[in-house]
């Protein structure tokens, strides 16, 4: 039997649901939801309901406002429409009758279709509509429902499925002893590239619609003979006999539910061994299922991958509801395997150095003179609005995510480099968008500033004032400050100091003065204090698990390569143990890890090695120091540092 690759298999102790296409899904912000009968982590029922995708009220900025419906199908024949609001209970909206009989199914796209019990199916349009009124809280929403039309007439035979306008009759995949054509669908998936829809039964067999947005047939064309019914069967069989113990034709791969982890090959479902013959239901009795995500034949278009990337960071949508990860987990699958990496890196590169025009410019603030809960409210959601709700940000920051990504899988020093320029300046425009839409809100509210704010506000100025920052953000920095200070402190003789803040340092709290728009540094360090000044440590360093050399001692000086080289350590240690780690010419033999720390040697001297949250420790000792009075002192250094979030 062919061997295909599992990527995932995850033990679920308990009860399965009942077989439904919709009990395995994923949200919109990039999880993936089962529901049970003993757990409901997401509501999926299997009949007449739905929701409905996050509406667009073509507003730019997007407003924060959830614009998503369910919709109900009721026995009366009519769709109830309920509006969720983290505030308040569930708030109905609206009720429609479209039928004498129940409804069944429903489903809303750029249409809302409707199926009931005879067999008919309506389409109609939905609209919705968004007041700008910023004083209504919940925001007020009109919804209107209009062009029904009935597209299937009755004809008595219910719809229990997705019909359409085609049916057809499904053969039997013998896997098992209870193989049956018979067994209720338990997942389906439309595959966009390939044009066909993917059916999944309880008995584990697939089975595959061609042609579905032209002629539907379940006979596969010449070129569809990769993907058919029998090998997909053949393909989570063989997925089933991996990943079960001693598993024979008696036993059925029951599945419920399945997604595509990709949009393509690469699939997600829950699958429990069953054997139907087997009359006593001890085994059935067990009720452990393994949630898999595997590779069921090989559709990576690399061309198409790129592209597609292209197309998703140049339309990706805030509108849309869908979070980061949701949009780029089918690109970071992919794009872990190196040699795929490697090949289209220049391309990737390219598409991550596009231009945007700064939309913080738009940023538009009126002016608050008074400050009520409500007012509060406004200035908040107006805030939250233009931080998340512009398009051309939520792209920067997916293109930041995908730097960071190909930065730490490319595996090479100098693409690295050129990786870590675009990923900064990814970094600066962000910065600078989100630092100039913060000093807009502030300056719309400067009459209303108190001294405590004053610290926060100065932070502000020094952000725009620091090498590096747009002359015009720098110009209305300078500008928040003067007319910070002159409304907060009339009198000039009780002014802080101008344009002077500075953060302060976690460790030995003394005042650390900012380097740039994302960098302070504390003059005293980690290292010499907490290091060198222990007298167990030689030289010592502290570098970024993303990039760059945090601090270190006199003179000692690591490069970009021996930063990969510690990066690549603490993140592969056991390949670290049998190669070594070589720092600044010199190698030192590893000779013990665990889950964040190495220990080398290099003949009577050595080395210690730390991984903390964001950052790696890297502490040499020359003889006669030893390894054990060395190692506390690194330890409880990381063990502080993780504690504070570093």
């Known amino acids: ?128 509509s968004y007041t700008t009124e910023t004083y209504l809280d919940p925001p007020e ?95 989570a069989r063989s997925v089933f006999v991996q990943t079960e113990n001693n598993v024979d034709f008696g036993d059925m791969n029951r599945i419920t539910g399945l997604t595509s982890y990709d949009g393509s090959a690469t699939f997600i479902w829950m699958q429990e061994a069953s054997r139907p013959s087997d009359f006593s239901y001890k085994h059935d009795a067990k009720h452990n299922s393994t949630l898999l995500v595997s590779s069921l034949w090989n559709d990576v278009d690399d061309d198409s991958m790129v592209n597609e990337l292209r197309e998703m960071l140049d339309e990706a949508k805030t509108t849309a509801g869908l979070a980061p990860l949701y949009l780029l987990r089918p690109f ?144 209305e920095g300078n500008r928040l400050q003067n007319m910070s200070q002159g409304v907060v402190y009339p009198n000039p003789e009780y002014t802080p100091v101008a344009n002077t803040f500075n953060e302060h340092c976690p460790a030995c709290k003394v005042e650390v003065p900012l380097q740039d728009i994302t960098t302070a540094v504390c003059a005293n360090g980690y290292v010499d204090e907490q290091l060198i000044g222990s007298g167990k440590v030689t030289r010592a360093a502290i570098v970024g698990l993303q990039r760059g050399v945090w601090a270190s001692s006199s003179g000692y000086t690591l490069s970009a390569d021996d930063e990969t080289a510690l990066i690549s350590a603490v993140n592969s240690p056991n390949s670290a143990l049998s190669n070594g780690l070589r720092l600044r010419g010199q190698k030192f033999f590893i000779v013990q890890t665990n889950d964040r720390s190495l220990y080398g040697k290099k003949q009577a001297d050595g080395i210690v090695v730390v991984k903390t949250t964001q950052a790696i420790l890297i502490a040499e000792y020359d003889q006669p120091l030893q390894a054990a009075e060395t190692t506390p002192v690194v330890e409880k250094l990381a063990d502080y540092l993780i504690s504070v979030g570093y």
């Open 1 to 128: 039997m062919v061997s295909h690759p599992v990527y995932t298999t995850l033990n679920v102790p308990t009860v399965t649901s009942y077989p439904s296409v919709k009990c395995l899904q994923w949200s919109g912000d990039g999880q993936a939801c089962f529901a049970t009968k003993t757990a409901a982590y997401l509501m999926t029922p299997d009949h007449g309901m739905t929701w409905s995708p996050q509406a667009d009220f073509g507003l730019t900025p997007t407003p924060p406002v959830d614009g998503s419906l369910l919709i109900v199908g009721n026995r009366a024949g009519s769709l109830v429409f309920l509006r969720y609001h983290p505030n308040a209970t569930v708030q109905h909206a609206l009720t429609v009758p479209v039928t004498e009989t129940w409804i069944t199914h429903v489903s809303c796209e750029a249409f809302l279709a409707s199926a009931a019990a005879d067999g008919s199916v309506q389409i109609a349009k939905l609209t919705q």
């Open 332 to 475: 970071f699958f992919h794009l872990q395997d190196r040699t795929r990496l490697v090949k289209h890196y220049p391309q990737i590169l390219e598409i991550l150095k596009a231009q945007n025009d700064d939309h913080s410019l738009l940023v538009n603030v009126p002016t608050w003179t008074s400050m009520t809960s409500e007012l509060r409210r406004i200035f908040r959601t107006s805030l939250m609005q233009h931080l998340f709700g512009w398009d051309t940000l939520f792209s920067l920051r997916m293109r930041l995510s995908i730097a960071d990504f190909v930065w730490k899988y490319i595996g090479d020093a100098q693409k690295q480099a050129e990786c870590g320029y675009v990923a900064q300046d990814l970094l600066n425009r962000i910065s600078h968008r989100v630092l100039r839409t913060i000093i807009r809100h502030l300056t719309a509210i400067v009459t209303l500033l108190t001294p405590n704010d004053i610290p926060f506000v100065l932070r502000m100025v020094v952000q725009s004032l620091l090498p590096g920052s747009p002359e015009d953000i720098s110009a």
């Open 141 to 235: 929403f009109l919804l209107t429902f209009e062009a029904r039309e009935t597209i299937i007439q009755p004809d008595k035979t219910s719809v229990t499925g997705w019909l359409g306008l085609r049916s057809f009759r499904l053969k039997t995949q013998k896997l098992s002893v209870g193989s049956s054509a018979l067994h209720p669908a338990s997942g389906i998936q439309y595959i966009s590239r390939r044009d066909i829809l993917v059916l999944t039964l309880f008995d584990g067999s697939f089975h595959v619609i061609y042609n579905l947005s032209g002629e539907p047939t379940v006979n596969p064309q010449a070129n569809d003979i990769v993907v058919t019914s029998e090998k997909l069967s053949q393909a």
